[in-house]
Structure formats: structure tokens, C-alpha cells
């Protein structure tokens, strides 16, 4: 088998393994299924309450995207404001940090104070949580410029403006892709804990009815959604990055 067929079939393998040992636990300890069921439990709830199932996941996505997009944009602009003037950093950076050192829960009661219980609390949830990063990588990427180019670039007689666009920019692309993958997953984070605590659909709202109800497969039913929305979205900003900044990667193998 080569090495790249290996690569490919690997996570297959080790997710495959991890629920069949989750099943074979669930099975010989006899655990009650209301602690803890098994993966075929959790299937034939998702079979069950598949269309319930369907329109939750899908006003999930929803949330999700619309929260990442404005996290996308928003955290883009204050990255290239952050990374391109030191003024900017000093006074803004601390406040960043303090702000993403508050658990993003305890803002969604204020948010439901400030546009009712929704989607847009989730919307909001979702980017809240997941900009930071993206504007931490994006200023990482234009701090890392060598003085040294800079100043040949300055000697050449190009503007500011022309350094940010012809070697900034390019610069931060691997680190703005880098952390898109992180945002999108963080941005689920956050979707399901605004549906969880203020929302009357979405996969958190229908968790949180099935745990009132007892009904644990059906919550583990919407885990497993979750993490393979969780999964796709991931996989979709890993294949863009692919195409966007491959020439940023050499193909390296530290353990080969």
C-alpha cells in the first residue's frame, strides 16, 4: 500500500476503530443507555428523528456560516489594521484579548436582552467566537515581513501601501487559511451554545429538548451531526487553502 493511499485511509481507520470500541464498551459493561448509549443507538435515533434531525443541522449551518463570514471579513480588517501600524496594536491588542478571555455563554443572555431569542443571538455567538483568532493570524503574518525586505522595497521607492498589497498580504495568506480552520469549528461552538441557551431551533435547541425528554441517543444523535458538519467545514476550508496557498507548503515530512 503506498504511502499516500495510507494517508487517506488512516482517519477512516482510527474513527472506525474509536466507535467500535465505544460500542463494544457500551455492549460488555451494560451501561444504561440513558448514560451513555452505544453508536447503533445513537444511529437508530438519527434514523428515527431524521427530518427533525435534517431541519435543525440545516438552521445550524446556517448560524454558523452567516457568523463565520462576518468573522471572516471583520477579522481581516482589524488583522491588516493590527499587523500594518504598531499604534494600532498597542491600543487595540489588550483589548482584544480581555474580550476573548470572557466566556462567550455569558454574553448570549445579553444578547437575547438586545434582539430576543433567535437566530440572531447565534449569529452573533458565532462570530464573536471565532474572529479572534483570524485577526491574531492575519497580524502574525504581516509582523513576520523581514525589516530587511521592507526596507529594500522602501529603497525601491514603493509606498506603504504597495509593500501591504505586494508583500504583505501574500504573506499572511497562510496564516489567514491556517486560521479559518480553527474559526469555522469555533463558530459551531458557538452556534450550539446560543441554540442551547436562547433559540427555538438548531441542533442545540433540539439537544437540549431531548435531554429534558431523556431522550440520550437523540442527544448523541445531534453530537455526531454536529462534529461531521464540524468535519465538512473543516475539510472545505482545508481543500480552499490547498488551492489558494500551496505554494506556501514544500511538501515536507519531518517523520518520513
Known sequence: ????????????????????LWEAFCK???????????????????????PQLLEHSLQTLFTTTAGFVLAVGFGVLLGLAIGSSTLVYKGLYPVLV???????????????????IGTVPAIITAFVISFFPIAVN??????????????????????????????????????????????????????VISETVASNSGIGYLMLAASSNYNVPLVFAGLLVVA??????????????????????RGTDLMS
Open 1 to 20: 500500500m503506498t504511502r499516500r493511499r495510507l494517508q487517506i485511509l488512516m482517519p477512516w481507520a482510527v474513527t472506525l476503530g474509536l466507535f467500535a
Open 28 to 50: 460488555i459493561s451494560g451501561i444504561e443507555v440513558f448514560i451513555l448509549p452505544a453508536p447503533s443507538d445513537a444511529w437508530a435515533a438519527g434514523v428515527e428523528f431524521w
Open 98 to 116: 480581555g474580550f476573548n478571555s470572557i466566556p462567550k455563554v455569558a454574553l448570549v443572555p445579553v444578547l437575547v436582552i438586545w434582539f430576543g
Open 228 to 249: 461531521f458538519l464540524g468535519v465538512l467545514m473543516y475539510a472545505l476550508m482545508a481543500l480552499v487553502e490547498g488551492r489558494m496557498t500551496g505554494w506556501a507548503f
Open 138 to 191: 492575519v497580524a502574525t503574518g504581516l509582523a513576520t515581513i523581514e525589516p530587511e525586505l521592507t526596507d529594500v522595497l522602501r529603497s525601491l521607492g514603493a509606498s506603504r501601501r504597495e509593500i501591504l498589497a505586494k508583500i504583505g498580504l501574500p504573506r499572511a495568506m497562510p496564516y489567514l487559511f491556517a486560521s479559518l480552520k480553527i474559526a469555522i469549528t469555533l463558530s459551531f461552538v458557538g452556534s
